[in-house]
């Protein structure tokens, strides 16, 4: 059974840093596409980061490049997020993603001016 598992969320002051995780289990973590999403109140989810199954191949919403850093620890089954420079309107639940249907719970990631 497929399990992920988010973490690293909170509050934080805009220009500050939060590092999101995700736990995963249940399946050979080190041969799928991961991606981190986000859905903030009134819009549709939307794709922030993914990263191939190597680690070498990322792609990053134009909005967040620059400021965010997907990664991956295959010896590990974790997903991460380095997130800096944040701004108010990265507030939003983050998920973590496995191709193509499974989803964490989401972590809420608030940031105030």
């Known amino acids: 059974q497929v399990q992920l598992v988010e973490s690293g969320g909170g509050l934080v002051q805009a220009g500050g840093s939060l590092r999101l995780s995700c736990a995963a289990s249940g399946f050979p973590f080190g041969s799928f596409v991961m991606s981190w999403y986000r859905q903030a109140p009134g819009k549709e989810r939307e794709l922030v980061a993914q990263?191939?199954?190597?680690?070498?191949?990322?792609w990053y919403l134009e909005s967040v490049r620059g400021r965010f850093t997907i990664s991956r620890d295959n010896a590990e089954n974790t997903l991460s997020l380095q997130m800096d420079n944040l701004k108010a309107e990265d507030t939003a639940v983050y998920y973590c993603?496995?191709?193509?249907?499974?989803w964490g719970q989401g972590t809420q990631v608030t940031v105030f001016s």
């Open positions: 993603h496995k191709f193509p249907r499974d």
């Open positions: 990263i191939e199954n190597s680690g070498r191949g990322t």
